[in-house]
C-alpha cells in the first residue's frame, strides 16, 4: 500500500499557498479599481528607468514618472512591478491616476495591467495541483 499522507500534506501546502496567492492577487487588483476610479487624474513624464537586476532572469525597469499633484507639488513614481520589457523612454508623456490624500499611492492604467491575470493563473495552477494531489492521486492505482 502507498503513503497518502506525504502527497495530501503536499497537496494541501498547494492550496493553501495558491489561495494566498490569489487573495494577494484579488485585493491588489481591488486596490488599484478603486483608485482609478477614485483618484486624481494628471500627466506626468517618464524621468528615468528603474532598473533591477535578476540572476537568471536578466535586468528588469520600470518607469520613473514625475507629476505635479493639484497643490503643485512636485512628486515622482514608480510602479513596484518591473518588466523586462519597458515600453516607456525617457521623456515620454505619461497618463497617471494618485490619491489625493496620499499621492504617493499611484497607478498608470496602461502600465502592466495583464500581471494580475498572469499570477493569478500561477495561483490557480497551484490550487487545481493542489486538489489533484490530495483527492485524485490517492486513488490511483
Not at 528603474?50 to 507629476?67: L, Q
Not at 518591473?82 to 515600453?87: L, Q
Not at 497618463?95 to 496620499?102: E, F, G, K, Q, T
Request: with cysteine; glycine share 8%; net charge positive.
Amino acid at each position: 500500500m502507498r503513503d497518502t499522507t506525504t502527497p495530501r500534506i503536499v497537496g494541501i501546502s498547494f492550496i493553501v499557498f495558491g489561495v494566498f496567492i490569489a487573495s494577494f492577487v484579488v485585493v491588489s487588483f481591488l486596490r488599484r479599481r478603486s483608485l482609478l476610479k477614485n483618484g486624481v487624474s494628471t500627466g506626468g513624464v517618464v524621468v528615468g528607468l528603474d532598473k533591477m537586476s535578476g540572476n537568471m532572469s536578466g535586468a528588469s525597469y520600470a518607469p520613473i514618472v514625475r507629476f505635479t499633484t493639484d497643490d503643485g507639488e512636485s512628486r515622482q513614481y514608480t510602479p513596484s512591478f518591473h518588466t523586462a520589457w519597458c515600453n516607456y523612454r525617457v521623456g515620454d508623456s505619461v497618463s497617471l491616476v494618485y490619491d489625493a490624500d496620499n499621492p504617493a499611492r499611484a497607478v498608470i492604467p496602461s502600465y502592466a495591467t495583464g500581471s494580475y491575470f498572469m499570477v493569478l493563473f500561477l495561483a490557480l495552477v497551484f490550487i487545481c495541483a493542489g486538489l489533484f494531489t490530495v483527492f485524485v492521486y490517492p486513488e490511483l492505482p
